[in-house]
């Protein structure tokens, strides 16, 4: 697949043409930008997915004046303002990267086109989404049912490494609970 990991992923999901690969590949571009550099500000319209190759980023929004982490993407994850994307408006979500990271990047508008195109795409693209759905679940049953250690637990192995690497004010703040929380539980007291 060229060496491309965002091929070779969704290729993972449906077969792909020569051609299709070609032509995703033709829209598909990498840079490496440093820790906090943003990637969407609140309140931009989101034109672009990115793929984070290596590195760490978050999606974050304010509620009533607080910060709030609401997912992450760490080494070989998918993160973009899915709603802004669909409806076109602006997006009440930031994106920042924690730390230097590896990214490829493609225009959502671009992709569509060449999912019209390449059905082969479109069908990878809906698995895609399905298990991006799967997810989505899980985390809302994560945050009704779970416990702060069960949802520390979950967090620890939906994004792998993430705990040496993410400042905790952001776990805590994904996880729905406070920075000493996440440091009794690191430290076995709770």
Same mark, same amino acid.
């Given at each position: 697949?060229?060496?491309?990991?965002?091929?070779?992923?969704i /290729?993972k *999901?449906?077969?792909?043409?020569?051609?299709c =690969? @070609?032509?995703?590949?033709?829209?598909?571009?990498f840079?490496?930008l440093?820790?906090?550099?943003? *990637?969407?500000?609140?309140? @931009?319209?989101?034109r672009?997915?990115?793929?984070?190759?290596?590195?760490? /980023?978050?999606?974050?929004?304010?509620?009533? $004046?607080? !910060?709030?982490?609401?997912?992450?993407a760490?080494?070989?994850?998918?993160? $973009?303002?899915v709603?802004?994307?669909?409806n076109?408006?602006?997006?009440?979500?930031g994106?920042?990267?924690? &730390?230097? %990271? !590896?990214i490829y @990047?493609?225009?959502? !508008?671009?992709?569509e086109?060449?999912? +019209?195109?390449?059905?082969?795409? !479109?069908?990878?693209?809906?698995?895609?989404?399905?298990?991006?759905?799967l997810?989505? @679940?899980?985390? =809302? &049953?994560? *945050?009704?049912?779970?416990?702060?250690?069960?949802?520390?637990? +979950?967090?620890?192995?939906k994004?792998p490494?993430?705990?040496?690497r993410?400042p905790?004010?952001?776990?805590?703040?994904y996880?729905?609970? %406070?920075?000493? %929380?996440i440091s009794?539980?690191?430290?076995?007291?709770?």
């Amino acid at each position: 697949m060229r060496n491309n990991p965002v091929i070779e992923l969704i /290729a993972k *999901l449906n077969p792909l043409s020569e051609k299709c =690969i @070609q032509d995703f590949l033709n829209i598909i571009s990498f840079d490496i930008l440093p820790k906090n550099a943003v *990637l969407l500000e609140i309140g @931009q319209r989101a034109r672009s997915m990115y793929f984070i190759k290596k590195g760490l /980023a978050r999606a974050y929004y304010y509620h009533d $004046g607080k !910060e709030v982490t609401d997912y992450f993407a760490v080494d070989g994850q998918f993160i $973009g303002a899915v709603p802004s994307l669909i409806n076109g408006l602006p997006s009440n979500k930031g994106i920042h990267l924690i &730390e230097t %990271s !590896e990214i490829y @990047q493609f225009s959502s !508008e671009a992709f569509e086109a060449c999912c +019209l195109q390449h059905h082969d795409l !479109e069908r990878a693209t809906r698995r895609l989404t399905a298990f991006a759905l799967l997810e989505e @679940q899980e985390r =809302i &049953e994560s *945050l009704r049912f779970y416990s702060v250690r069960e949802k520390y637990d +979950l967090v620890a192995r939906k994004y792998p490494g993430i705990m040496n690497r993410c400042p905790l004010q952001y776990i805590a703040s994904y996880i729905g609970t %406070s920075q000493v %929380s996440i440091s009794r539980i690191r430290a076995g007291t709770q």
